[in-house]
């Protein structure tokens, strides 16, 4: 992946070059179709994973077995990242919606990465974990609103 890819990459936007450089090192590539599965919910994924180009899809099974949509992914943004932290099983599915290209890093090499260059790793974790407090927001949010509108069905208003 180039330098000027990487640097779109919110995690790693404020790496320098030389920075950039050795990370891309760590990236495997790969290329997937329009509706081929990148993560199935509930395996152990081993790679945090960027949209290089194409779109992806975050899909999710709702308690009565139907797939509820959750979010779209253009380039730079990211999935798979929380397992680095906390491994557990993926909590959504992630769906190639176009040809789409994925770059991959290995837990194990980003790890390394970020023990290694310590000052570039506080930087990228402090992004990571930015990330992940605004999708905590934003689903605190669609939750409450989730919650407002079957109170609001519920208490016999009309709306």
């Known amino acids: 992946m180039e330098i000027e890819s990487l640097r779109k ?3 790693l936007a404020e790496l320098s070059d030389a920075e950039l450089k050795e990370f891309a090192s760590l990236i495997e590539s790969r290329e997937y179709q329009d509706g081929q599965q990148i993560i199935e919910e509930g395996t152990v994924p081993s790679a945090v994973q960027i949209v290089r180009t194409g ?3 975050v899909r999710c099974r709702a308690s009565d077995g139907s797939e ?3 979010n779209r992914l253009g380039p730079g943004s ?3 990242d ?3 932290f906390d491994p557990g099983v993926a909590t959504a ?3 190639a919606t176009e040809p789409t290209q994925i770059a991959i890093i290995p837990y194990v090499r980003f790890r390394t990465f970020l023990d290694e260059h310590p000052r570039a790793g506080y930087r990228i974790v402090s992004a990571m974990l930015a990330e992940v407090a605004k999708r905590l927001r934003a689903s605190n949010e ?3 609103n989730l919650n407002l509108e079957s109170e609001s069905a519920g208490s016999g208003w009309m709306s």
């Open 93 to 95: 599915s992630i769906f």
């Open 78 to 80: 990211f999935f798979a």
């Open 55 to 57: 779109v992806v899809h």
């Open 142 to 144: 669609r939750l409450a």
């Open 82 to 84: 929380v397992n680095m």
């Open 68 to 70: 509820k949509f959750l």
């Open 9 to 11: 990459v919110p995690f």
